[in-house]
């Protein structure tokens, strides 16, 4: 009796067949782009979280730095108005930029968006003082506008006082906002500028672009609204 042993040969592959072709080393990262917002891994969250940081303590030495210029004006508010009002028109654009960026937190805190909940809130006594300092802020750069450019002059006696009044108060509670978070600021401004750190989160040049957008603003404003100052007398 004969036994045939069948021994399967590979195929051959068919004429019309595609090739393989190799998975591009980006797919992955594509597919994390377009994947739901709850998908997302969590590094991209604290990115954004970060990011927002970084941007707010950007400005605010900007804002520190020009303030502290503006302050040495005062000592003699006479001789340097001009400076005086050229220095806080430049000032508009950046201060507004970092409440915008700090109501954006607040905003973001109190929706429930998990990134911001985990970070956390300031301290209670800053988160007090946030809304006043605000307030305080938009009405002292709001008196010395009106009082630069549409104020009769029957209105300035009043309106002066007014500005000193609110200069008082927003920098008794300036200090305090300032004194705490000055470690915080010190530690993030650098970030987006130094090398090995400006990489860590994306967005730097957005947010340094923010940034110099807000000067150009304010160097605008102040070249266009200071010359209205001239003959401006106490």
């Known amino acids: 009796m004969r036994y045939t042993v069948s021994v399967d040969r590979p ?20 597919a994390n782009r377009t994947a739901p917002r709850h998908a997302r891994p969590r590094a991209a969250r604290r990115a954004s979280v970060e990011g927002n940081e970084r941007l707010t303590a950007g400005v605010a030495v900007v804002v520190f730095v020009l303030l502290f210029f503006e302050g040495l004006t005062i000592l003699s ?50 988160r007090l003082l946030g809304p006043v300092l605000v307030v305080l802020t938009v009405a002292l750069f709001a008196t010395g506008v009106v009082l630069v450019v549409g104020a009769p002059v029957s209105w300035r006696p009043q309106l002066l006082q007014w500005h000193r009044l609110v200069f008082v108060a927003w920098f008794g509670v300036t200090a305090i906002h300032v004194l705490g978070h000055l470690a915080d600021t010190l530690t993030l401004a650098p970030r987006d500028w130094a090398r090995r750190t400006r990489r860590q989160v994306r967005g730097a040049s957005a947010r340094q672009w923010v940034l110099a957008l807000s000067l150009v603003a304010g160097l605008l404003g102040a070249l266009w609204v200071t010359p209205y100052a001239a003959g401006w007398r106490f």
């Open 11 to 30: 195929r051959a592959p068919r004429a019309n067949a595609w090739p393989s072709r190799p998975v591009p080393a980006d797919r992955g990262r594509a």
């Open 77 to 126: 508010v006479h001789s340097l108005l001009h400076w005086h009002v050229f220095i806080g028109l430049l000032l508009i654009p950046p201060v507004f930029a970092k409440i915008a960026s700090t109501g954006w937190r607040f905003t973001r805190y109190y929706a429930g968006n998990p990134s911001y909940r985990r970070r956390g809130p300031p301290p209670a006594v800053l």
